[in-house]
């Protein structure tokens, strides 16, 4: 089965470009999380949905930073206008709602770069 | 509000030396506590979970975790630790609520000496 799926891998753009990173969950999955991690702030929960609606976005830094969930295969993270302090790995993950607390199951990252 | 604390950094061990780390939980109920790990340039990849039960929980690689209510913690252990296990490691814990969302430890970086 195919994991958590997350394009691009890596990306570098310019200061006030607009950013957007992508997620495809595994399939049947229907909570999705979007991650930061920097050095200086560790693991940071950005957001995130069940069964595509935006439960918690507390974690979003400002209104830079928006995500959707258009469906329960895809999302993204986009950021516009991007500043360099954005720089960071964002991590895209999903799990099975049920019962009982369900493991979360990473994407291998975006490194974002923005100069 | 729950918290994760990972006092420990970095640590060094040899290879072939017992390793131990260390995570502290604030929690105002019976949590659900995970150890994850990422190796470098990936993803974190669950190393196991409590829930209930047995205190002393068997999860991937050969790692151990036990859970001490008293102490509000969930120390991960291995007995003899092998080069591929130079990664950061991160404690996490979350609430019985299936639809609530994990707080993450600070992450702990071991490096493995040949």
């Known amino acids: 089965d195919a994991g958590v799926i997350q394009s691009p891998r890596h990306e570098v753009t310019e200061m006030g470009q607009e950013v957007t990173l992508r997620c495809k969950p595994i399939?049947?999955?229907?909570?999705l999380f979007w991650y930061r991690q920097t050095m200086m702030r560790g693991l940071e929960l950005l957001i995130y949905?069940?069964?595509?609606?935006?439960?918690?976005d507390s974690g979003m830094p400002e209104d830079r930073f928006s995500a959707k969930m258009p469906n329960a295969s895809f999302s993204t993270l986009k950021i516009q206008p991007s500043e360099p302090r954005d720089s960071a790995v964002y991590f895209c993950?999903?799990?099975?709602?049920?019962?009982?607390?369900?493991?979360?199951?990473f994407g291998p990252g975006t490194r974002l770069t923005v100069l | 509000a729950q918290s994760v604390t990972q006092p420990d950094i970095h640590i060094t061990v040899s290879e072939g030396a017992s390793l131990e780390l260390r995570c502290n939980y604030s929690y105002g109920a019976t949590p659900y506590l995970f150890w994850y790990v990422q190796s470098p340039g990936q993803g974190l990849q669950l190393l196991l979970k409590?829930?209930?039960?047995?205190?002393l929980v068997q999860g991937i690689k050969g790692f151990e975790a036990e859970f001490k209510r008293s102490q509000s913690s969930f120390n991960l252990r291995k007995p003899s630790v092998h080069w591929s296990d130079a990664a950061e490691y991160f404690c996490?814990?979350?609430?019985?609520?299936?639809?609530?969302?994990?707080?993450f430890g600070g992450g702990t970086r071991v490096l493995v000496k040949p």
């Open positions: 949905f069940n069964n595509n609606v935006p439960i918690d």
């Open positions: 993950a999903s799990r099975l709602l049920a019962g009982t607390y369900n493991e979360q199951f």
């Open positions: 399939s049947g999955h229907n909570s």
């Open positions: 409590y829930f209930s039960g047995d205190t």
């Open positions: 996490a814990v979350g609430p019985k609520a299936a639809g609530n969302k994990l707080t």
